[in-house]
C-alpha cells in the first residue's frame, strides 16, 4: 500500500511536493488543502481533489503524512501543531530563532495526538545541518563553513520589491570566490559578513522613476544590503521577464579539520548543491522525509523530530538488505 | 562520566583512533589490544595498558565500545563477531561483497551478548554511502557517480611490491578531471572504468631489475591495471622516501537527478573529501561511531547496524536542544 500524502498549500512548494510524489512509486497524492476557495485551485494529478484547509480534520485516518508548504513567518507556527493533533506532518520551517518554540509546540501536539512530526526539513536547514552535524562530529578540531548561493533569495527579492518607484525586482546571494578558495585552501580565515557574499540585485523601475534613488535606497537599506557589496542592475520588462523567472539556488558546507599527532594533519569534508529549481529541490527532501515519518509512525513512535533524529535508511524505499547490498 | 573505548590493533588504523579519542574529550582510551607480544606495543596514551587480544573478554565490563582496527580480508571476519558478545563493537569492515555475510555474524553475536555493532564505518564505506543514500532518495530519478582519490590504494601499492624486481612502491588512485566535469555538467554519462580512473604508480627498482621489464608487468596485471591508464614513474629510494609517506587520500560521490514537470530541471549534490591521512580520518569517523554505539546500548538497544541505522544525533557529544540551536 503506497503513503497517502496531503498537501497543505499549494504555492511552489505544493507544486513542487506534487511533482516529487510522481516520481516515488511507493507514495500517492491523497489530496490538497488550502485556504483559498478550494474551486479556485487547479492541481495537476488528475482524481485528486482540493479541500478547505478548514475540514482537514475530516480525513484522519485517510492520509499517512501532511506535507505543510506554507510559510515559516505566519503559516507554519500555527498550521503545523494544529495539523499535527491529526496527523503526521513534515515542515520546512526554517526561521533560526524560533525553531526551539516551533519544536515544543510541534513535540506537544504530536504527544497528543499519538503522531511524529519532522520540522525544519530542507536543504538549509535540512541537508546542510546534516552536513554540519556529520563534519563536526567527526572533525571535532576544526571549523565550518556555509556559502549560500547563486541562487535567489526570497526575503531579499520582496525586500527590493518593496522599494519605491521599483515594478520588478529579484535579488541573488552570490559567494565570494576567494573566500570559497581561502576556505579550501584549509586556511581557516575570519569572514566578516561582507566577505563571504555579494549581492545582485536586478530592477525594473517605474517609468518616470529616479533609478539613482532607487540604487541608493536599496543599497543603503539596513539588516538586508548595507552590510553587503551590492550591486544594481537595471533592465527593461521583458528582458527581467526572460532571464528572472528560474529559482535556482544552492550553496556549499565545508568544514576543515586537523587532525593527528600535534594535530597538524589538514582534512576538508565539503558538501555542495547546484539547484536549477530551490522550490523543487526542496519538495524532493520533504517528501523522502514524509517517508521516513510513516514509517517511524507505523513503528510507534511519536514526537517531534528534526533530520537530525532520523536515521538515514527511514528515507529509502529500499529495504535493509537492499541499502547494504546496493548502497554500502 | 568518559566513554571508555578500546582498540583492538595497533597499526596506522589504531595509531590514529589513539589520536581521535584524544580530540574528544567525552571519551577515553581504556586499553590496546594486540595479537603481538603487549610489551613490544609502544603507545601514546601515557597510563594505559596493552593486553594480549585473547585475554579480552577479562576486559567485559570495563570497556564501553571496541574499535577494531584490523584488516577485512583476514582479521575483520573473525574478530568483530568474536569480540561482539562481550562488547560493543565498530569496525571498518570493507569487502563489498561479503558484506551481508558479516552483518549476519555481527548480528547473531550481538543478539547473543545484548550489544551493538556497527561494521563498514570509515568513509567508503560509511560517509560516502551515507551520500548515496541521502542522495538517492531525494533524488529518485538520476545517476550516482563516485570517484576516488587522488590517493593511495593499499591493494595496489601492495601488487605493485609483489612485482619481482621493485624495492619499493605505491599506486595512486586518480580522478579523471574530464569525467568529473562532465558528472558536474549533468551530462549523465556512461563512464567505463579507464574513463574514471587513472592509476599513477612510483617504484624504486632493485639494482640491476629490468625496468622494462618491471613497467609492463605492472600495467598488465590483471583486475589491478590492465582496464586502467596507467603509468609507472621509476625513481631513487631517497627521492621516494621523501615524497611518498603521506596517505593522503579523498574523491567525490557526486548525484545529478531531474525534478519537476517533464523532469527537466537539473539538480546536484556532491560530496567531496580532500583528506591529508586517510587512516587518521577513517579513525576519526570510527570514533564518532563508537560514540553512537555506546548510546544505543545504553538505550537497550542490540544487534548489528549500519551507518544507515544510525541518526546523525548519536554522533555528537551535544543534546538535542544545542544541534537544534546550534547546527540546524
Redesign the interface.
Known amino acids: 500500500m503506497k503513503t497517502r500524502i496531503g498537501i497543505v498549500g499549494y504555492g511552489n512548494l505544493g507544486r ?1 511536493v506534487e ?2 510524489i510522481a ?2 512509486p511507493d507514495m500517492e497524492l491523497a489530496g490538497v488543502f488550502t485556504r483559498r476557495d478550494p474551486s479556485s485551485v487547479k492541481i ?1 494529478t488528475e482524481g485528486v481533489q482540493v479541500y478547505p484547509l478548514s475540514e482537514a480534520g475530516k480525513k484522519k485516518g485517510e492520509i499517512d503524512v501532511m506535507i505543510l508548504c506554507g510559510g515559516s513567518a505566519t503559516d507554519l507556527p500555527v498550521q503545523t501543531p494544529e495539523l499535527a493533533r491529526d496527523f503526521n506532518v513534515i515542515d520546512s520551517f526554517d526561521t ?1 530563532a524560533r ?2 518554540e516551533h ?1 515544543k509546540n510541534v513535540d506537544d501536539a504530536c504527544q497528543e495526538g499519538g503522531t511524529v512530526g519532522i520540522i ?1 526539513v530542507g536543504w538549509d ?1 535540512g ?1 546542510f ?6 563534519a ?6 576544526g571549523k565550518t563553513y556555509t556559502f549560500w548561493g547563486k541562487g535567489v533569495s526570497q526575503g531579499h527579492s520582496d525586500a527590493i520589491r518593496r522599494v519605491k518607484g521599483v515594478k520588478m525586482g529579484i535579488q541573488y546571494t552570490v559567494p565570494v570566490e576567494k573566500a570559497v578558495e581561502a576556505v ?1 585552501a584549509c586556511k581557516n580565515p575570519e569572514l566578516t559578513t561582507r566577505e563571504k557574499h555579494t549581492r545582485e540585485c536586478y530592477v525594473v523601475a517605474e517609468e518616470g522613476a529616479d533609478k539613482a534613488v532607487i540604487e541608493a535606497e536599496i543599497k543603503n537599506m539596513p539588516n538586508y544590503f548595507s552590510d553587503y557589496d551590492t550591486t544594481v542592475t537595471f533592465m527593461d520588462e521583458e528582458s527581467f521577464q526572460k532571464e528572472h523567472q528560474a529559482m535556482p539556488h ?1 550553496g556549499f558546507v565545508i568544514r576543515t579539520g586537523k ?3 600535534g ?1 597538524t ?13 530551490n522550490p ?2 526542496t ?3 520533504l517528501v ?1 522525509y514524509a ?1 521516513a515519518a510513516h514509517r517511524l509512525a507505523c513503528e510507534g513512535v511519536k514526537g517531534c523530530k ?8 527511514y ?3 529500499m529495504s ?2 537492499e ?3 546496493n ?2
Chains 1, 2 share one sequence.
Open positions: 513542487g511533482m516529487a516520481q516515488n495537476a533560526h525553531i526551539p519544536f525544519s536547514p541537508l545541518s546534516l552536513n554540519r552535524i556529520y563536526e562530529s567527526i572533525l571535532p578540531n579550501r544552492g587532525t593527528g599527532n594535530e594533519t589538514d582534512q576538508l569534508i565539503e558538501y555542495s548543491l547546484k539547484l536549477g529549481s523543487e529541490f519538495s524532493s527532501v523522502a517517508r528534526t533530520v537530525f533524529d532520523i536515521a538515514p535508511a528515507l529509502s524505499p535493509g538488505e541499502i547494504r547490498k548502497l554500502l
